[in-house]
T-cell receptor
């Protein structure tokens, strides 16, 4: 069990650029979650996969944000045309069915 | 669908007790509790399943009242290491696509 791995750990990008983050969950976990967290706030739900199926997503993912989990293993989160308000920590978590969630260390995005 | 936590912040002296409440507007299947320290990823504390089960983790315990759609986290004889932000995350249905949607958190500071 190597835990949930997120890459990169830090990303600085210019406004308007696209960025993509990767999450490698714990191998036997079928559930994968993406969250966004800003300072002093709780993790804000973005989307959720069960295996390769994206079962739920917040309204935030209907525009510039998109996520995939093509083979039910790793997942990617893409943000297109980044804005300064996108600066945040992006957290990925995985779990087995109804089990505890294990969080990765996150990707800190700074949009300049 | 985001649960409501109270209080928003608590300051305790070492050895004192505290209660953190979490309530949902929808029927709950289970409730997860996590603690996050500054600059770190959230760490799992416990899961409570419906049935009014009370669980414990060291001197931290929790209850879950499915009829009232509420859960409470009890911190007994608090230690300095308990400082952090506590989040509850309910699961609404074991068969739905509903994912962990966390509350805004309760900030706990334990002082010497």
């Amino acid at each position: 069990d190597t835990g949930v791995s997120q890459n990169p750990r830090h990303k600085i990008t210019k406004r308007g650029q696209n960025v993509t983050f990767r999450c490698d969950p714990i191998s036997e976990h079928n559930r994968l979650y993406w969250y966004r967290q800003t300072l002093g706030q709780g993790p804000e739900f973005l989307t959720y996969f069960q295996n390769e199926a994206q079962l739920e997503k917040s309204r935030l993912l209907s525009d510039r944000f998109s996520a995939e989990r093509p083979k039910g293993s790793f997942s990617t989160l893409e943000i297109q045309r980044t804005e300064q308000g996108d600066s945040a920590m992006y957290l990925c978590a995985s779990s087995s069915q109804q089990g505890r969630a294990f969080f990765g260390q996150g990707t800190r995005l700074t949009v300049v | 669908q985001q649960p409501v936590q109270s209080p928003q912040a608590v300051i305790l002296r070492e050895g004192e007790d505290a209660v953190i409440n979490c309530s949902s507007s929808k029927a709950l299947y289970s409730v997860h509790w996590y603690r996050q320290k500054h600059g770190e990823a959230p760490v799992f504390l416990m899961i409570l399943l419906k049935g009014g089960e009370q669980k414990g983790h060291e001197k931290i315990s929790a209850s879950f009242n499915e009829k009232k759609q509420q859960s409470s986290l009890y911190l007994t004889a608090s230690q300095l290491s308990y400082s952090g932000t506590y989040f509850c995350g309910p699961d609404l249905d074991s068969n739905s696509g509903y994912a962990l949607n966390f509350g805004k958190g309760t900030s706990l500071l334990v002082t010497p």
